[in-house]
Structure formats: structure tokens, C-alpha cells
């Protein structure tokens, strides 16, 4: 099986190596229609991977769909493996979009200038996919020795669900952010942006010019001032390091919904995975239109809800519906999805006319 995981994990760096080294090797402000473009780029390859699912745990590729599934006791076909992928796929893209609207407050918030925006997202994105890796193993181990471990999480869902439903979304300040008053406490911050760089060296010019102040690295106040040779972080590093904490945050609510489906590891890394890497695209396309999707946040909160729900209540689900066990939560999750994007757009045109 590691033969499964090297190949998987060689085909995302290149991708990423594609992505950054050859078409995005120059800052620039990413467009909308760029944007949906790799949008359905990673949507296309993402249900793709689906068939190679298919295919490998129903021939048993590099010992694939060879274990016990420890979610619900089952070895997984290939049928079975690419419905529980989709729908891992599914659930995680879902919340995912959730992480666009604090991606979107912490770069308002920063300025954060939007030719850089994507080297942030590139860099936030592949430490993502590493805490991610970390989180899945561990949750992988809880599971397959604790099954018990699975009401927890369900619980937890379903709590964060009724929290989402009932709270209000507030507001708040990167700088009041206790990360970035620790980070700026221990490590000192430039006034300035200095073009794509994350730290610069005081007494060193970069070939950018600074992005907001206009005139040479030279002239910030706060690298003027540091002994020569100090290496200070830029705000666009503080950015970096708020969007690695709000993946890590939003990943304790999404790691434990995908559990619900499925324990079997490759399945719950690929589907976590191809979920992230569209990330960076679809905030391009949605940044400016998230305000119209008023009924996301209440259909992502029933999602959470029925996830939860199923694994409270999976053994009592699985004698109703039989086999299209996964396949019906599956429906379920995408209409309720579906509703939630259709009822915005419907509300956006009354409010309009």
C-alpha cells in the first residue's frame, strides 16, 4: 500500500510544482475567469480520482481494499470506496468553502495587496495538507482501536452545528488576534509590504519594490531601524500564518465529519486533499460574491447535522436503507447543499428587484 501513497503524494507536488513554478511563477492579481478555470480544473480531477478509486480497490492495486473498514466493519469494494470518496469529497469541499469568508475577512483586514494573495494561499494550502496528514493519522489510529471515539466526534458535529445556527458570526480584528499579538511580540513585523517576500533582511534591498509605501525597502521605518543583517517578518508573513491557524481550526469540525464515512486512510487523505487544493482557486471565484450566499452557512451547519447524526445512529441507518447506506447520505448532503446555494440565489433577486 505505501506504493499507493507515494504515487498519490508525487502526483500532488508536481501539481503544486506546475501550479507555482510555471503558472504562477510571477505575481499577479488572479481574475475570475482564471479563477473558475482551475476552479473546474481541480473540481474535474477531484471526481475523477473517483474512478481510480473505483479501479484500485476493486482490483486491489498495491493492496487496496484489502482491510476492514473500521467505521463500519466492512471491506471496502470499489463501489463502496468510490461512493465513500465522493462522499468524503463532497463533505469536505463543502466546509472548506466556510474557510473562504475568514480567508477573505484576514486579507481585507491586512490589505493584503491582490497580486500576492495566491502566494499566500499556495504556501497556507501545502502546510494545510501537512497538519492535515498529521491529524488524519491520529484520527485514523482513534478510530480503528476506539470505535467508540466515533460518538464523540459525532456529538462534537453535531454541537458545532447548533452553534453555527444559533451564533452569530463576529467580527474581528487580526490584530487583536492573540496569534498575531504572540507573533508580533517575539518576532519583529515590517511597517511595509516588500513585494512576495515573507522576510527580508534589514540593510538588504530586494529587487520589489515595497507594495504599499512606494519608495525602496530602505525606507521602512521598521527595517531602517533594525541592526543590519536582522531578518524582520512582513505583514504578508503574519497573513501566512493566520490562514495556516483558521485551516487548523476549521480542520477540528472537518476531520471528524469525514470519520463519519469512512476510517480507511487513503480515502479520507485523498478526498481531504483534492478538497484543499481547489481552495485557492474557488476564493478567487467566490471572494466577491460571498455576501450573496446567505443560506450557505445554515445548509453547512445541516450538513454537520446529518453527519453527525449518522454516526450516532449509523448501525439503526444502515438496517433501513441497506446497502445504499452511503450512497443515500450521499443524495442527502448534496441536496441540502443544493438548496442552501439555490434559496441564496433566489433571495439575491428579490432583494435586487
Do not use: C
Not at 480497490?57 to 487496496?64: A, M, N
Not at 466492512?74 to 465513500?84: E, P, R
Not at 472548506?96 to 500576492?116: C, E, H, Q
Not at 541592526?227 to 504578508?236: A, I, M, Q
Amino acid at each position: 500500500m505505501i506504493w499507493a501513497w507515494l504515487i498519490f503524494i508525487g502526483f500532488v507536488l508536481l501539481m503544486l510544482a506546475l501550479d507555482l513554478g510555471v503558472f504562477h511563477r510571477k505575481s499577479h492579481v488572479v481574475g475570475f475567469k482564471e479563477s473558475l478555470g482551475w476552479s473546474a480544473v481541480w473540481i474535474t480531477l477531484g471526481l475523477a480520482f473517483s474512478s481510480v478509486v473505483y479501479f484500485a480497490y476493486d482490483r486491489h492495486w498495491f493492496g487496496l481494499g484489502m482491510a476492514v473498514d473500521a467505521v463500519d466493519g466492512v471491506i471496502n469494494s470499489g463501489k463502496l470506496a468510490a461512493t465513500k470518496y465522493l462522499t468524503g469529497y463532497v463533505v469536505e469541499k463543502s466546509l472548506s468553502v466556510d474557510n473562504i469568508f475568514v480567508i477573505a475577512m484576514i486579507f481585507g483586514s491586512l490589505a493584503v495587496p491582490a497580486k500576492y494573495q495566491h502566494r499566500v494561499l499556495f504556501w497556507g494550502i501545502l502546510g494545510a495538507l501537512l497538519l492535515r496528514g498529521l491529524m488524519i493519522g491520529v484520527g485514523s489510529a482513534l478510530v480503528a482501536n476506539f470505535h467508540w471515539v466515533l460518538y464523540i466526534f459525532g456529538a462534537f458535529l453535531i454541537f458545532t452545528a447548533i452553534k453555527m445556527l444559533v451564533m452569530k458570526d463576529k467580527e474581528e480584528h487580526p490584530e487583536n488576534n492573540p496569534l498575531v499579538r504572540w507573533l508580533r511580540k517575539f518576532f519583529p513585523v515590517t511597517r511595509d509590504y516588500h513585494g512576495q517576500h515573507f522576510i527580508v533582511t534589514a540593510g538588504e534591498k530586494t529587487s520589489e519594490e515595497p507594495a504599499v509605501s512606494g519608495g525602496p525597502i530602505v525606507e521602512d521605518p521598521v527595517v531602517a531601524a533594525a541592526p543590519k543583517g536582522k531578518r524582520l517578518l512582513t505583514p504578508l508573513a503574519v497573513a501566512l500564518v493566520l490562514v495556516e491557524f483558521t485551516d487548523v481550526i476549521f480542520a477540528v469540525d472537518s476531520i471528524p465529519a469525514i470519520f463519519a464515512i469512512t476510517a480507511d486512510p487513503f480515502l479520507v487523505f485523498t478526498s481531504n486533499v483534492f478538497a484543499i487544493l481547489g481552495l485557492r482557486s474557488l476564493y478567487f471565484a467566490l471572494a466577491g460574491m460571498i455576501a450573496k450566499f446567505v443560506f450557505l452557512k445554515p445548509a453547512l451547519s445541516m450538513v454537520l447535522l446529518v453527519v453527525g447524526g449518522k454516526m450516532l445512529a449509523a448501525k439503526w441507518l444502515k438496517e433501513l436503507l441497506g446497502e445504499s447506506f452511503n450512497f443515500t447520505i450521499l443524495g442527502v448532503i448534496l441536496a441540502i447543499l443544493a438548496t442552501g446555494v439555490v434559496a441564496s440565489l433566489v433571495a439575491g433577486k428579490k432583494q435586487e428587484a
